[in-house]
């Protein structure tokens, strides 16, 4: 079985830009989750989705924004780029509804704004 | 307020010198205990989900205990190729999901 796939791999983009990142889930999964890596903050929540609808909100500001489609694929995008954007961020998906699923992560994307 | 700690940060063994890394929590409702391995550049790796106090999950060199207030990752003679950042992460009773900063294992050769 495929694993939970992230494109692109790597972004750089300049500051005030915006960039729109995409997951495919584990075929069968319905939930994905975002998450932002950074060496200082480590990993944080930023969203989760389950059959389209946002189901939970990490403490990120609006400029933060996700979507899930029909085929449980996500997209991430953020706007108005800042320094402090860059970081490692992770899908991970899960197979269903309860919270205590486990989530399995994909590679990542790096992105870097300069 | 929600909390997961991990120690120690960094953690050096020779091959085949056994050790523990410890998480801590405090958390109202645990729904799960999540262990993760990740390399650098790279996502991380599920290892175990733990649901109760008591609960243990071996994989090869690798165990995993739960007591109301920590989990213990046991690695029992570690090789150079099980060096990696461990992470962990609780899910709480309101479904919120927290990680660690995890510790950074070297094993030496």
């Known amino acids: 079985k495929a694993g939970v796939t992230q494109t692109p791999r790597y972004l750089i983009k300049t500051r005030g830009q915006q960039v729109t990142l995409s997951c495919s889930p584990i075929?069968?999964?319905?939930?994905v989750s975002w998450y932002q890596q950074t060496p200082g903050q480590g990993l944080q929540f930023l969203f989760e989705y389950f059959s389209e609808t946002q189901r939970n909100k990490g403490n990120f500001p609006g400029r933060f924004s996700g979507r899930q489609f029909s085929n449980s694929r996500s997209e991430m995008n953020v706007s108005t780029l800042e320094l402090g954007d860059s970081a490692l961020y992770l899908c991970a998906s899960s197979l269903a509804a309860t919270y205590t699923d486990t989530q399995y992560f994909g590679p990542g994307t790096r992105l870097t704004v300069l | 307020e929600d909390q997961v700690t991990q120690s120690p940060e960094a953690l050096r063994l020779q091959e085949g010198e056994s050790s523990s890394l410890n998480c801590s929590y405090t958390?109202?409702?645990?729904?799960?205990l999540f262990w993760y391995r990740q390399d650098p550049g790279k996502g991380p790796e599920f290892l175990f989900t733990?649901?109760?106090a008591g609960e243990e999950k071996e994989k090869e060199r690798l165990k995993a205990t739960l007591t109301k207030k920590e989990s213990f990752l046991h690695i029992t003679a570690p090789k150079p190729e099980d060096s990696a950042t461990y992470l962990c992460a609780v899910r709480d009773g309101a479904n919120n999901l927290f990680f660690g900063t995890g510790t950074r294992l070297t094993v030496i050769p």
């Open positions: 733990l649901y109760s």
């Open positions: 075929s069968g999964h319905r939930s």
């Open positions: 958390v109202s409702g645990l729904r799960g």
